[in-house]
């Protein structure tokens, strides 16, 4: 769900079809030339309005970057969503967690291109902003999970919970990484020779955790 204060009155009360159809073309904008080189009048002949029109639905790229972002969040709570009411104790959350991972990857392309420009110093300047909108939605799951996880004694106890969220969520977004970028695709190859097929390479994370958290 985009956030109103990025866009005007005018956008909200266009037909829902017409704000996809020229989120979509700014993300596809986006995601091809990167912020810095992106362009709005190209954007606005490739949605079929008038860059007047365009300005008058966003004050700004940034603000229309920033709608974009609220895109990627509504996305990825989608992926998320029912992770923490799913049946099953820690492992099994966070192993479909690592599989809403890959599947966002894979599905969503564009969003993820996005995704790995906004973690370079290109955009620094809306580094807190960007973290804030992208980052607290896994914040907030891994908090409750790994919480049930401790009481019902799926982990051992005395574990800093918050440096735990942060080691899982750095392997959830690397194994993310490795199947929306060529690089980090090839990266991974690099460390796991042989083929591999998700379940087994997920399996196989879920393993190694299990041996460093269990009681």
Known sequence: MIKERRYSRTFANIPDEKQHFI??????EFAQKGYITANINRIAKEANIS?????SYFPSKEALF???IDEGVGVLQEALKGVTDTKGGFFDKYHQMLKA????????EYLHQIYLEISTEGLSHLATELTQSMESVTTEVYE???AEAEASDEIRKGLDKQVVAFCLD????MLQFSFASKYYYERMKL???GERDEDELIDSIISILKNGMAP
Do not use: D, R
């Open 144 to 146: 409750i999970i790994l």
């Open 101 to 108: 991972a890959i599947t966002y990857a894979k599905e969503y």
């Open 66 to 68: 920033l709608s974009i």
């Open 191 to 193: 460390f796991i020779s």
């Open 170 to 173: 750095n392997i959830a977004m």
């Open 23 to 28: 989120i979509e073309k700014a993300i596809k």
């Open 51 to 55: 860059i007047g029109s365009m300005y």
